[in-house]
C-alpha cells in the first residue's frame, strides 16, 4: 500500500499539473475545436468529402479587391499609429519636454477609448467617409499598441550603450542606435495595430455610406455569413470561411515572423537608464506631437460624448445641464443593464485569461515556442472568424450537445469567447516576463525539499504577479471595448458597446453619451486606483 507521505506528494503534483491540463484543454475547445471545424466544413460537402468550395478561392474578383482594401487599410493605419505613438513616445519619454513625466505614460490612455467611440466623435465632427478617414481613425485608435511597446522598449535600453554611441559618433547616429535597439518592440506595437485594423469589422461598417465602392475581408466575411442561408450551393455556404484563407495566412506568418524575432533579440538587463535626451530648440514645438496623438484619440472623442450628454445632437432646446440631467435619467433606465453586463463580461474575461494564461505563459517562457505561437493564433484569425467558429462549434457543432445550448445562450459562452480572444495578450505578456526570470532560479527551487505545488506559488508565481496584474488590466480595457465579438455571440449582443453603435444609428446620442462616459471611466479607474492608492508615481501605470 502506498504510505500517507506517498500519497500526498502524488496529490501535490497532479495540483501542480492541473493548471496547464485545464489551460491546454481551454485552448483545445475554444480555439483549435472551431478554428479546426471551420477548416472541415469546407471539404465536407452533404455529397461527401469535395474541394468544390476551394476552386471558387479568389475566382470572385470581388474576394481580391477586399483583401488589397484590407491590406492596404491595415498598411496606411499602421503607419499612422507609428506616426502617432512612436512620435509621442520619442518627445516625451526621457526628453526634457515641458511636462514630459505626465505625457509619457498617458501614451496608453486612448487605448481605453473604443475605436468605434473615436470613429462616432469624427462623425459629429467632420464628414469621415472614404478609405483615408477610415485608415485615420484605426491608426489613430491603434497608435497606443506602439506608444507603449516602444515605451517598453526605450526604458529596456541600457543608457550606457547609448552614451557610448553619442561620445563616439554624435547625437544623430545614437538616435539611430537607440532606433535599432527598440526594433524587436517595435514592430510587435506595429504588428498589433495592423492585426487590429485588418480584422476590424465595426468601424467600417460604421463608415459604410451609400456608393460606398471598397469593402474590407472582415465586412466580406461577415456579409457573407449573414447571408449564408439564401445560399444553394455547397461553395456558397462556405465561401465566408474561404475567403478568410489568404487574410489569415498573411496575418499569420506576420506573426509567426515578429514572435521570432522578438524572440531572438536580447533580453537587456538595465544596469543604467537612458540619460535625459535634450530637444533643444525643438523643445516646445515638439508638444504638438503629444496634443495631436492624445487630443485626437482621447480628448476629441469625450468633448463629443460630453455634448451630446448636453444635446448637441437634437436641435429643438440649447446643450444645457437640464438636459444633461434628462439623458442620464434615460440612461439610467436603458443603458444601465447593459454597462453592468459589460462590466461583469469584461472582469470576468480577466480572471479567466489571468488564470489560464500563468501555466501557458510559464511553458512558453521557457522555451516552448509551438505552445506561444498557438496560444498566439486568436491574434492572426479576424474576431468575426474566431465568432463563427465558436457558433458553428456550440450551437449546432459536435459540442453543442456536450454543454447544451443554454450554454451557447448564456453569459458562460460570451465569456469563454473572449478569453479565446485575449488570451494570447496575457501568454505573450506573461512569457517575456518568465523569460526574464533568471533560469538557474528554477533550479535552485527543485533542491528545495518541496513539493512541484508549493515550489509553483511561492518561488515561481511572486516574480509574475505585477506582470498579471498588467496582463488582467490590459484584458479587462479589451473586453470592454470589443464590438466584433459582440455583433455573433448571442449574450454579448447586450454589451455596452454594442447597444451604443445601435443606439446612435437610431438617433439615441443622448443617453448613448452618458453610457459611453461611464464606460471610459470604469476602463479607467481599474489601472489607476491601485496606482493612486499605494502611492505608485504615475509612471507605473503603463
Known amino acids: 500500500m502506498m504510505s500517507r507521505t506517498g500519497r500526498h506528494g502524488l496529490v501535490a503534483e497532479l495540483g501542480a499539473r492541473t493548471p496547464i491540463w485545464i489551460a491546454g484543454a481551454f485552448l483545445v475547445v475554444f480555439v483549435a475545436i472551431p478554428l479546426l471545424l471551420l477548416l472541415w466544413q469546407t471539404v465536407a460537402s452533404p455529397g461527401g468529402l469535395s474541394l468544390s468550395a476551394w ?26 499609429s507609428v506616426a502617432l505613438g512612436l512620435g509621442h513616445t520619442w518627445c516625451s519619454l526621457g526628453r526634457d519636454l515641458p511636462g514630459g513625466a505626465w505625457l509619457a505614460p498617458l501614451g496608453i490612455a486612448p487605448l481605453v477609448v473604443p475605436p468605434i467611440f473615436v470613429a462616432m466623435g469624427f462623425a459629429d465632427l467632420m464628414p469621415v467617409s472614404g478609405f483615408w478617414p477610415c485608415a485615420l481613425l484605426l491608426g489613430v485608435a491603434h497608435a497606443p499598441f506602439v506608444a507603449v511597446l516602444a515605451a517598453r522598449g526605450l526604458r529596456a535600453v541600457d543608457g550606457r550603450g547609448y552614451e557610448s554611441a553619442l ?17 524587436p518592440e517595435l514592430l510587435a506595437g506595429c504588428l498589433l495595430a495592423f492585426l487590429f485594423t485588418v480584422a476590424e469589422h465595426g468601424v467600417p461598417e460604421f463608415l459604410t455610406v451609400k456608393g460606398k465602392t471598397w469593402h474590407t475581408y472582415a465586412e466580406g466575411i461577415y456579409s457573407r455569413w449573414t447571408r449564408r442561408a439564401t445560399g444553394v450551393t455547397f461553395a456558397d455556404q462556405q465561401s465566408p470561411i474561404i475567403a478568410s484563407v489568404p487574410l489569415v495566412a498573411a496575418l499569420l506568418t506576420m506573426l509567426w515572423l515578429t514572435l521570432r524575432l522578438r524572440a531572438h533579440a536580447q533580453d537587456r538587463a538595465v544596469q543604467q537608464p537612458l540619460p535625459l535626451r535634450p530637444l533643444g530648440i525643438w523643445r516646445v514645438p515638439a508638444l504638438l506631437v503629444p496634443a495631436l496623438y492624445l487630443g485626437a484619440g482621447l480628448v476629441m472623442p469625450i468633448v463629443v460624448l460630453v455634448r451630446w450628454t448636453l444635446g448637441s445632437a437634437q ?63 486568436p491574434l492572426a484569425a479576424p474576431a468575426i472568424l ?12 459536435p459540442l453543442a450537445e456536450l454543454f447544451g445550448f443554454s450554454f451557447y445562450d448564456g453569459w458562460g459562452f460570451a465569456l469563454c469567447g473572449y478569453a479565446a480572444r485575449f488570451l494570447p495578450f496575457a501568454v505573450l505578456t506573461l512569457a517575456a516576463q518568465v523569460r526574464r526570470v533568471p533560469i538557474g532560479s528554477d533550479d535552485a527551487a527543485r533542491l528545495l525539499p518541496r513539493s512541484r505545488l508549493a515550489r509553483a506559488v511561492y518561488i515561481h508565481l511572486p516574480p509574475l504577479l505585477p506582470a498579471s496584474w498588467s496582463a488582467a488590466v490590459l484584458v479587462f480595457v479589451l473586453a470592454l471595448r470589443e464590438l466584433d465579438l459582440a455583433v455573433l455571440l448571442p449574450a454579448a449582443n447586450a454589451t455596452a458597446v454594442r447597444r451604443l453603435a445601435n443606439a446612435v444609428h437610431f438617433q439615441h446620442e443622448d443617453w448613448s453619451g452618458v453610457i459611453a462616459l461611464l464606460l471610459l471611466t470604469a476602463a479607467v479607474l481599474l489601472p489607476l486606483l491601485p496606482s493612486l492608492i499605494a502611492g505608485r508615481r504615475l509612471q507605473s501605470l503603463s
Open 167 to 183: 561620445l563616439l559618433r554624435g547625437r544623430g547616429r545614437a538616435e539611430l542606435w537607440l532606433a535599432r535597439a527598440i526594433l
Open 55 to 80: 476552386r471558387e478561392l479568389l475566382a470572385d474578383e470581388r474576394d481580391v479587391q477586399r483583401l488589397f482594401a484590407s491590406l492596404r487599410l491595415g498598411l496606411a493605419a499602421m503607419a499612422v
Open 315 to 377: 436641435k429643438v432646446d440649447p446643450m444645457s445641464i437640464a438636459f444633461a440631467q434628462k439623458s442620464f435619467q434615460k440612461a439610467m433606465d436603458q443603458g444601465l443593464p447593459d454597462l453592468m453586463h459589460s462590466l461583469w463580461l469584461a472582469a470576468g474575461t480577466a480572471l479567466v485569461v489571468s488564470l489560464l494564461a500563468l501555466p501557458l505563459a510559464r511553458r512558453a517562457g521557457r522555451g516552448n515556442r509551438a505552445l506561444e505561437v498557438l496560444c498566439a493564433l
Open 386 to 397: 474566431l465568432g463563427i467558429g465558436l457558433v458553428l462549434t456550440f450551437n449546432s457543432g
